[in-house]
């Protein structure tokens, strides 16, 4: 059992909870993620590891609201307890100094590039952070993001925050600005990172992306994770969750990701109905 | 009275109502059934059946005392050696094991030594006896065991009979490695591992769970917290798929997966459970071992129409048991003998609905005795399907091998053991069951496991080394 030490609901479904997890907040590296299962019947669900605390045993996790187990965790409250949590799994983010590097986070995705821009920073690159949410309800880690980066631009969809648009346009300003970039992080929904890809392809610019696929163990016994880089099927959790953006299968990712959106939409209705 | 001679019949639920639910398939002799084959037994002074037990259970004399119904000396004598007996009693596969080199196969069948074990074991446990525990002298000594596999979960129990302080590390969330995630309900149900892993605690064994060694900590960490020996169990763990095209389509499983989220996850009884899974209605399972038959008999129960096993070789080189293979015919799982799959083919939106299958034919005998599949040229035909399960095998897991190059592996990833003991390249460190031998059976991974506790045990006391 693991206890909720923090509780902080943000925009309407965006949950940060600290929970107290003394041995992975030991081992955690940016980049990495755990598996939480909230209650009995409940499922297995990877999320990342946005910060840790390893004096006080804790780490931070922001969950988005996306169906009965998230929402599920939502309910739980300060002082409450998370039945399980396995961690932290996944390579941790090869992070060195190269010199500028941009990283772009989209939605909870941000949870991810924070930690990693910060250590991006802390290895002495230069960091332009990229933020893009649906609107200003959804905006998570402005604060955190602000302190670790040396240029940071938010982006909203309906610009009620920051730059009206998608976080692909602003890079696009970026790159067109002269700015040399020697690496570019994209953590967020697959159709993002496709799109991220995509233009950095382009300009040769080295990009990692990290994979959020469906999971059951964490720990590659099941092989539901696996996704196509560079043509080879690899497990996202053993092998990854980050990859060479350049050489990933992002439309077979969407699909996969997809397989059961119809559970998933029939299982989160029958939770709310009986709410 | 004269003496029963027929081998009795294991009771078992019909197969038009198993086919639609998980429970167990077995009921289970009842204590007149027990009673009638107990009592064919010779009692044989060289009893071979022991030595044909990897865990070496005292057969005659436990049998011996179910005729005399005293069902919990019975339970006792089996526990001398068998730490798990309701387990072993159902997923054993004692043909080739204890019945195999019972002497009244020679003219009719074998005694039931299986089923009479979980006879026992169930009684007790059904019974208002308190099974009394075996008397410990603490040794105040931690050995930590690595994963709660029935390796794991033997090795631990032999170690906390000694005296040992054991604490087993698991991964998941639920203690028992492959016995939660991988054996179906329908052959082992969970409320038998539950009740095993119980007595265990009982003994004093302490059970960790969500700790994936190699992530959440190292062997180096339980060296240094004071653990003086450490077994690993890990299990295989890491499934292997074809590379062929097409396989990440969607509602393409491996077995792993397919059987974790049933037996772990109780995705059967989604929306109740919020893990899902696809049902199907035609349901290709590919391979020929136990692993297979659990998955293709699960998606019976699923509600699929054609339960189909898809095997390259013919019906006579099924890995699986016999009794698996049997209990699948009988359920109406469809054999597709002497076919392998070369492609799978998506619908638009990326769900598998074909398998592109091509006709063999047994050649030569291979390195593994059995007559190779050679391809049939122009005889590749299309099969509709809606999921695909992939039951080929696993290899090893990575992830704690990985960061602990200190254990040598041979060159199929499995840890290199260099005595009977287990004894890995890494002084302290044992290891048994699959991830040393690959896939095996449930007894012999517990085989293994007690082996590796006489050898922790031994180490312990003399400190010896490779």
């Given amino acids: 059992m693991y206890q909720i030490l923090e509780h902080k609901t ?12 003394p041995l992975i907040a030991r081992e955690a590296k940016p980049g990495q993620f755990v598996v939480i299962r909230s209650y009995e019947n409940g499922e297995r669900i990877p999320i990342t590891i946005c910060e840790k605390d390893p004096q006080m045993g804790s780490i931070t996790l922001y969950i988005q609201e996306v169906g009965k187990s998230t929402a599920k965790i939502g309910l739980l409250k300060k002082g409450d307890h998370i039945l399980d949590i396995a961690g932290p799994l996944g390579n941790p983010a090869e992070i060195k100094k190269v010199g500028t590097v941009v990283t ?43 302190k670790v980066c040396d240029e940071l631009y938010i982006t909203t969809d309906d610009g009620s925050y920051g730059q009206k648009g998608f976080v692909s346009d602003k890079l696009k300003e970026i790159i067109s600005s002269g700015e040399k970039i020697d690496e570019v992080l994209v953590i967020g929904p697959a159709i993002m990172m496709k799109v991220i890809s995509d233009i950095t392809r382009e300009y040769k610019i080295k990009t990692i992306a990290s994979l959020n696929s469906i999971m059951v163990d964490g720990t590659g016994m099941c092989g539901a994770c696996r996704v196509e880089v560079g043509g080879k099927t690899k497990f996202a959790c053993v092998d990854g969750p980050e990859f060479d953006a350049h050489e990933v299968n992002f439309s077979l990712l969407m699909k996969r990701a997809s397989m059961y959106s119809e559970e998933e939409r029939l299982s989160y209705e029958k939770f709310k109905n009986e709410r | 009275m004269a003496k029963n001679k027929e081998r009795i019949d294991m009771p078992r639920q019909e197969i038009k109502e198993r086919i639609r639910n998980f429970e167990e398939v077995a009921i289970g002799y009842t204590e007149e059934m027990a009673l009638l084959e107990a009592e064919r037994c ?60 019972c002497i009244l196969g020679k003219a009719k069948k074998p005694i039931a030594i299986g089923r009479l074990e979980r006879f026992v ?17 603490k040794k105040n000594v931690k050995v930590a065991v690595i994963g709660s596999g029935p390796g794991g979960l033997a090795c631990a129990a032999d170690l906390a009979l000694l005296g040992y302080d054991v604490t087993i590390f698991e991964a998941l969330h639920k203690p028992g490695g492959v016995l939660v995630y991988g054996i179906p309900e329908f052959r082992l149900p969970k409320r038998i591992v539950e009740r095993e892993v119980e007595y265990l605690k009982k003994l004093g064994v302490k059970i960790e769970t969500n700790v994936v060694v190699g992530k959440s900590i190292t062997l180096k960490d339980l060296f240094e917290s004071g653990f003086k020996a450490i077994y690993l169990g890990l299990g295989a763990g890491l499934p292997k798929f074809m590379n062929l095209k097409g396989e990440n389509l ?8 397919y059987l974790t989220r049933t037996n772990l996850m109780k995705a059967y009884k989604f929306p109740e459970y919020d893990t899902p899974i696809k049902k199907g209605k035609r349901v290709a399972v590919i391979g020929g071992g136990n692993v297979a038959m659990d998955a293709v ?20 080189e099924l890995p699986a048991r016999e009794e698996e293979v049997e209990n699948a015919e009988a359920e109406g799982v469809e054999f597709h003998f002497l076919v392998n799959p070369l492609e799978f083919i ?9 398998i592109k299958l091509q006709r063999m034919q047994l050649g030569e005998p291979d390195e593994s005795g059995r007559r190779k599949p050679v391809p049939i040229e122009g005889s590749e035909f299309l099969l509709d399907v809606d999921v695909v399960v992939i039951a080929i095998g696993q290899t ?26 287990g004894r890995t390249s890494m002084k302290g460190v044992f290891a048994g069951g699959d991830i040393v031998t690959g896939e095996a059976t449930v007894i012999q991974a517990m085989g293994s496991g007690k082996k590796s506790a006489e050898g922790i045990d031994q180490y312990i006391k003399t400190g010896k080394w490779l």
């Fill in chain 1, 104 to 146: 772009i986070g989209g939605g909870v995705g941000c949870a991810i590039t924070y930690p990693e821009t910060r250590a991006y920073k802390e290895a002495g690159n230069y960091l332009i952070g990229i933020m893009g949410f649906r609107n200003v309800s959804f905006k998570i880690l402005e604060d955190e993001m602000k």
């Fill in chain 2, 346 to 354: 998506g619908d638009e939106k990326g769900f598998v609905k074909q």
């Fill in chain 2, 42 to 101: 010779l009692n044989c002074k060289d009893a071979t059946c022991i030595k044909g037990c990897p865990v070496n259970v005292k057969i005659p004399e436990f049998i011996k005392f179910v005729v005399e119904k005293k069902y919990l000396d019975a339970l006792k004598k089996i526990k001398e050696t068998n730490s798990l007996p309701a387990i072993c009693g159902r997923v054993c596969p004692q043909e080739e094991q204890c019945e195999k080199s």
């Fill in chain 2, 396 to 421: 090893a897991n990575p992830v704690l091998l990985n960061v602990t190059p200190e254990i040598k592996r041979n060159r199929w990833g499995n840890i290199e053991v260099y005595d009977e003991f």
């Fill in chain 1, 10 to 21: 943000i925009g309407q479904n965006i949950h940060k909870m600290v929970i107290k997890a």
């Fill in chain 2, 121 to 137: 074991a169930d009684w007790v446990s059904n019974s208002d006896i308190k099974e009394e525990l075996p008397k410990i002298e």
């Fill in chain 2, 297 to 316: 008999r699960s998606s019976l129960r699923y509600g699929a129409e054609h339960a189909m096993i898809i095997y390259r070789r013919s019906r006579q």
């Fill in chain 2, 250 to 257: 969607l509602n393409i499983y491996s077995a792993n997966e």
